[in-house]
């Protein structure tokens, strides 16, 4: 079990880059495997979640190379299963984006993982897999992993899906129905949250030339069959969602530092942080591949809706804690299916540090500024959790105890290192 303890009061200073996004390199992995051909990914993330991706795709018979900087993906559109058990670890992103790729190759695909992940919905998926014509199942009957699904191709047809649970499921029918016998529309069937996502499926899919009819009035895609994805090598931007928690770290310890490696402009949902932060009072300036704040204590008190956000919760959260006034985290409802229940986790596990946190339904209070002082904090195995609890350790007094901070290597492995480097009173990791 890996421990870090955080001295706070401390002085962030320089320069760090963000880390490459994980959704993108998730989706430049996923979109290359089908392509018949050779696609490079430069700059990909390497972390848990995305070498699950990887060894999923080489499952199904994609070749990756994998090169200090770059991966040489080389795909075919003709799934060849080296594997029937597809171990997927704790990537919820890398289970619902194979599911329906398994569905077009032939024999019988387990769909499995670790204690977390077994733990995540999928049935949404399933339903609509199966509209599709495909067999498929929770192996316990949950809805939850081990899933089954049986090969021979998806049919083609109409199916429906809830866009309140998880984008992913939308992103994966969408990778998949290309392969299909017949044209695949997808219904979706409730508000469609983090949409931006569902964007940056499009996006790479359009640069493999695959063609998908959006209607977001009427909530439907329709995908033509018999589609065939380009080769294409992309440079992998740097992600907004990590980027998140060093920015926050400059706002709520007076500090002044640059993330590099942020495009100005961007798709990525998560890009909200930059003016969370303004409204909240921070000093920032976007140029275009970095931005630069300057914290400001106390902070303003903020309402933050997250419905298409919910990545940014945890972060804004303990921005809160040191805002004047009560701010109020909205439509939060997403974040009890993640790696953790993450309100219950924020509110416990900053409250341990003399937070003021209130769960309220799906809603997230918190009233500030506290004075937060050092604690010992449990994770509950969920890097979001360590990275936003780490950033309110540096702004509190004391030490604070991370267990299971190893977690972190989920999306972030330099996250600790990256702390240091500004100045972080970090030991460990």
């Known amino acids: 079990m890996t421990k870090v303890t955080i001295r706070g009061a401390s002085s962030l200073r320089g320069l760090v880059e963000a880390p490459s996004s ?27 979640d995305t070498e699950a991706t990887v060894n999923a795709v080489r499952a199904y018979g994609t070749k990756v190379e994998e090169e200090e900087a770059e991966w ?25 984006f194979v599911t329906p790729i398994t569905a077009n190759r032939s024999g019988v695909t387990k769909l499995t993982g670790g204690e977390s992940l077994r733990k995540r919905p999928m049935e949404p998926l399933l339903v609509a897999l199966r509209q599709l014509g495909v067999v498929c199942y929770s192996l316990d009957g949950s809805g939850r992993p081990p899933l089954m699904v049986h090969g021979g191709g998806i049919r083609g047809g109409v199916a429906s899906i809830p866009g309140d649970i998880s984008s992913q499921f939308i992103s994966g029918l969408l990778f998949a129905s ?4 017949a044209d695949v529309e997808i219904r979706v069937s409730s508000t469609l949250e983090s949409r ?17 009819r959006w209607s977001p009035d009427a909530g439907k895609f329709l995908i033509p069959n018999n589609q065939c994805l380009a080769p294409y090598s992309r440079t992998i931007p740097g992600d907004y969602s990590s980027a998140a928690f060093l920015l926050a770290a400059a706002a709520v310890t007076s500090s002044k530092i640059t993330v590099a490696n942020l ?15 303004k409204e909240m009072g921070a000093d920032l300036k976007v140029r275009d591949e970095c931005v630069e704040v300057e914290g400001a204590r106390p902070l303003e008190a903020v309402q933050i809706d997250a419905r298409d956000i919910p990545d940014l919760a945890p972060v804004c959260a303990v921005l809160a804690c040191y805002a004047k006034g009560r701010t109020v985290i909205r439509n939060a409802k997403r974040l ?51 990275m936003a609890c780490s ?16 977690c972190v290597s989920k999306s972030y492995p330099r996250f600790f290192e990256d702390l240091r480097s500004l100045g972080g009173d970090v030991i460990g990791r």
């Open 196 to 212: 931006s996502y569902v964007e940056m499926t499009l996006e790479v899919l359009r640069d493999h030339r695959v063609t998908v």
């Open 391 to 406: 950033v309110a350790a540096l702004g509190a007094d004391g030490e604070t105890e991370i267990y299971n901070a190893g």
């Open 263 to 277: 495009e100005k402009r961007t798709i990525q949902g998560d890009s909200a942080i930059v003016e969370i932060l």
């Open 336 to 386: 009890r299916i993640k790696e953790s229940d993450r309100i219950e986790s924020l509110a416990t596990e900053l409250n341990r540090m003399a937070a003021k946190i209130t769960a309220v339904e799906n809603d997230i209070v918190v009233d500030g500024p506290r004075k937060l002082r050092g604690a010992t904090v449990d994770p509950h195995g969920d890097h979001r959790i360590a």
């Open 22 to 48: 994980k959704a993108y390199t998730h989706r430049a992995v996923i979109a290359a495997s089908l392509a018949d051909g050779e696609s490079r990914i430069k700059r990909p993330l390497v972390c848990d």
């Open 178 to 181: 290309p392969l299909a016998k």
């Open 72 to 96: 040489i993906v080389s795909g075919t559109s003709s799934l060849e299963m080296t594997k029937d058990v597809i171990d997927c670890g704790e990537s919820a992103a890398t289970m619902r």
